[in-house]
């Protein structure tokens, strides 16, 4: 058996085609402005690669330069300018908790990125509306995995729970991809396995009004990874343990989001469906939730 490889640049491609034609249609520009602290580094490179996203699917990308003393009073005349449709903070800005406050300074219905407390009692709580029936909003990374998932085939896209009876592995629970990637999937009928360097929690299903029950458990690495139809890996660290072939179920789903590599190359060897990269998806979800936000405003 040899993987398909699931490009993530092909699979956004449909996405932006659906956004750019929507967009067109909007009786006035969509505006979506980003906050930059620093002058270079990898804000600066996220900076660009956003404004090419929105330029092609035609939302208005304006970028402003900010030092960090001046994001608070930045965000808040943001929140107020009824022109402004979507924001994006280019973190770190301080590197410090003091960066937390300001996600949470952002007006959530123009938090494009999801990472508001507001989004994430939503998302924790499984409450998938808001408002009177919108839909809520996601944040990018988790929600292009489970994108991208859907086009390898890992689950049953009609079903009120997509992922009923799948066991999934994830290495990693960051606030940011990991945790919000398995209470998702859990919400969604999955049994999740979460590794992280405080070991492993299962994030259990409780069906479709609930949602999930996270619990402490004792399972190891290898009794989770031969036992899982899905295998999610992103753990930003060299000494990271390659997954491995043997380790793995003939046939399982495997998508790789670190920066790093963190499957071994044989393993494409048993794997039905490989993701080696998800950022060209982020940046659509990105992109999708800007739309959403702006055809769902009051």
């Known amino acids: 058996m040899t993987a398909r490889i699931i490009d993530p640049a092909e699979v956004a491609r449909a996405y932006r085609d659906g956004i750019r034609g929507e967009v067109a249609a909007l009786e006035s520009p969509l505006t979506l402005v980003g906050f930059l602290s620093e002058d270079g580094g990898p804000s600066r490179t996220y900076a660009s690669y956003t404004r090419k996203g929105c330029e092609d699917v035609g939302i208005r990308f304006d970028l402003r330069k900010v030092t ?28 410090t908790q003091q960066d937390t406050y300001l996600r949470d300074l952002v007006e959530p219905r123009k938090d494009i990125e ?7 009692r939503c998302l924790y709580g499984n409450r998938r509306t808001y408002d009177d029936g919108k839909k809520a909003i996601l944040p990018c990374t988790p929600l292009a995995i489970l994108k991208l998932l859907d086009a390898a085939g890992a689950s049953t896209t009609d079903a009120d729970q997509p992922y009923a009876g799948k066991r999934v592995v994830i290495f990693n629970r960051s606030e940011v991809v990991g945790r919000p990637l398995a209470s998702m999937l859990a919400n969604d009928g999955a049994e999740v396995t979460s590794f992280d360097i405080d070991g492993p929690l299962r994030f259990v299903p409780r069906g479709t ?39 793995l179920r003939p046939g399982v789903v495997a998508v790789n989001f670190s920066t790093l590599k963190n499957f071994a190359d044989d393993a494409k060897e048993v794997a039905s469906s490989f993701v080696p990269r998800v950022g060209p998806m982020t940046a659509t979800m990105a992109r999708r939730n800007t739309l959403r936000l702006y055809l769902d405003r009051d």
């Open 209 to 247: 009004e609930v949602g999930h029950a996270v619990e402490e458990t004792s399972v190891t690495r290898g009794e989770a990874l031969s036992a899982a139809d899905v295998v999610i890996t992103g753990v930003p660290s060299r000494s990271f343990a390659l997954v491995a072939a043997h380790e």
């Open 114 to 120: 999801g990472l508001h407390s507001f989004w994430a």
């Open 68 to 95: 960090r003393l001046q994001a608070e009073a930045a965000i808040e005349a943001a929140n107020e300018d009824p022109d402004v449709h979507g924001m994006l903070v280019y973190y770190p800005v301080f590197g």
